[in-house]
């Protein structure tokens, strides 16, 4: 039976899992400024990959050590990320954007998303440690409303950065394409650190 609990907790798990800056919220800012659309389909896509992510642990928690996978997992998000940054860096150069070559295509947006999802350590490592920690605390029933949270938020985040677009244009476009280029690389950096700690003797 589903309670009051459920609901508060699971939606605020879902925002403080969409919230925080990276590699997912970099590209749906960017997408944003072409449409709160196109921002929200991004959004939707890495959400496909929580589902994706949450119904592999349920299925495989009790056969297989999960955590073992990690080290690969930073690795490949690691190079993921970084070439992903520089791919922005130059398109930025040459005074494009990497993320305004679809005209806001369903198909693209929310592959990109999905894509950038279940290629990103931080999201798959959420997982494997606090999402697994809450599916044996408190069951699955908080995941409901984890996936409303994350709708609600990132909907509202996508149609204010389009409306902030929209008003301040070219200048603004530039501030976030920057930012999130920035994002891409610190992350992937942080990943192949992770990774190369991984090997370091306790």
Known sequence: MLTSFD???????GVSMAAPPGPVMAMMFSRSKVST????LVAMGAMTADIT???????????????????????????????????MYIALRNG???L????????GDYFKGLTTGLSNPMQISWWLTAGLSVMESF????????????????????YIINKSFL??????????????T??????????????????LPM
């Open 167 to 180: 008003k301040f244009g070219q200048k603004l476009s530039l501030a976030i394409d920057a930012v999130s």
């Open 96 to 98: 494009g954007s990497l």
């Open 182 to 199: 920035g994002i891409l690389m610190i992350f992937g950096i942080y990943f192949l650190v992770q990774f190369t700690i991984s090997f």
């Open 53 to 87: 992510l949450m119904f592999l642990v349920f299925i495989f928690r009790e056969v297989i050590d999960l955590k073992r996978f990690e080290s690969p997992i930073f690795l490949l998000g690691g190079i993921y990320f970084l070439y992903l940054s520089y791919k």
């Open 7 to 13: 609901i508060l907790f699971g939606a605020s798990l």
């Open 100 to 107: 305004q070559d679809s005209t806001g295509e369903i198909k």
């Open 37 to 40: 659309k196109s921002g929200f």
């Open 139 to 158: 069951g699955t029933s908080p995941f409901y409303f984890f996936y409303a949270g994350i709708v609600v938020y990132t909907y509202l985040i996508c």
